[in-house]
C-alpha cells in the first residue's frame, strides 16, 4: 500500500493546499466508513484514492447537513449547500472549504462526477423532507431518489464505458444500494427512533402489529414481532446482495477486488443486524471488527496474488 503522499504524487497533485485539502476528505472518509476506506487504500489503485475519498466525504457532508432538525430547516439548508457546491463546480469565484475545492478538482479529473453531483443533490430533497415512510413503495422512490444517486457519486469512477455494460452495472448498483439502505436502517434504528423517524416502513411494521412507537421500546411484549420484522427486512437485503453478486464481473479487472469486498462487508453488517433481532432496539448493530479486518486482510492477499499473475 503506497503511502498517501505518494499516492497524491501518481495523482499529479503538486499543489500544497490541494493536498491539505484531499487529506482532510481522507480523513473525513476514515472517520465515516472506516471499513470501506481501509478497502479503498487496500484494493484500489492508488490514482482513484483521492477521487473515491472526496465523493464519499461529499456525500455524508451532505448527508448530515440536511439529516436533523425540522424539515424547513434541513430543506433551507440543503438550498444553500447546493448553491455553494454548484458554484465551486462551475468556478465562480474564489472556493472557500477545502471538501468542495477538493470536490472541483475531482470533477476536472473526472468529468462525470459533475452530472453524479448534480443528479445527488437533485435528489437530495427527498433525505431533507425524509420523516419516515408509510409504504414500501415509499421507501423504493426514496432509494431511486437519493440512495441511488449517493452510491453513484462513487461507482462513476467504475463504471465500464460501454452504454449496455452501464445500464447493466447500474441496475446492479439500484440492487446493492437497495439491501445496503435496508441494513442502514436497520442497524441504526435506535438512533432514526430517537429523532421520531423510522426506515421501515409502516406498512411493514403493521404486519407484525407494529406502531412506530412501539420501537422506542427496548423491553415488552411486543419484541417477539420486531424479532419477525427484523428477520423479514433482512431477508430482502440479503436477496438483495445474492442478486447483484454478478456486479463485479461488469468493472475493469483492477476494480472488482473492492466490488467484491465491498459487498461482502455489506453481509457481515447483516450478519450483525440478525445476531441482534430486536435487541436492535437497544444497541443497534455494528459488524464485528475482527472479521472485517480478517476480511480486508484475505482480500488484499488475493488481490496482490491476481496482479502478480497478470504481469
Known sequence: MSSWSVVLDRCGVSDPSLRRDYGMQRTLARRFAPAEYMAVRLLLPAPLHPSVFTAVAFMHETDERIDSGEPSARQ?????????????????????QPMLRALADTARRHPVLAARVRTFLDGAPAEAAWTGFGTESDFQAYVDGYSLPALMLTAS????????????????C???IEAMQRIDFLADLPEDVAQGRVGVPRDALAEHGLKTEDLARSSGDHLPAVGRLVAQQARLAGAGLDGCGDLPDLVEPMHRPFLDTLIAVQRLRLRAVERKGAALLAHGARPDILATLRLLVRAYGSARGQRRAAR
Open 76 to 96: 433551507a439548508a440543503l438550498r444553500a449547500w447546493d448553491q455553494e457546491v454548484t458554484a465551486a463546480l462551475e468556478q465562480q469565484g474564489a472556493v472557500d
Open 157 to 172: 469512477f467504475f463504471e465500464p464505458p460501454s452504454p449496455a455494460a452501464a445500464l447493466r452495472f447500474r441496475a446492479g
Open 174 to 176: 439500484r440492487t446493492l
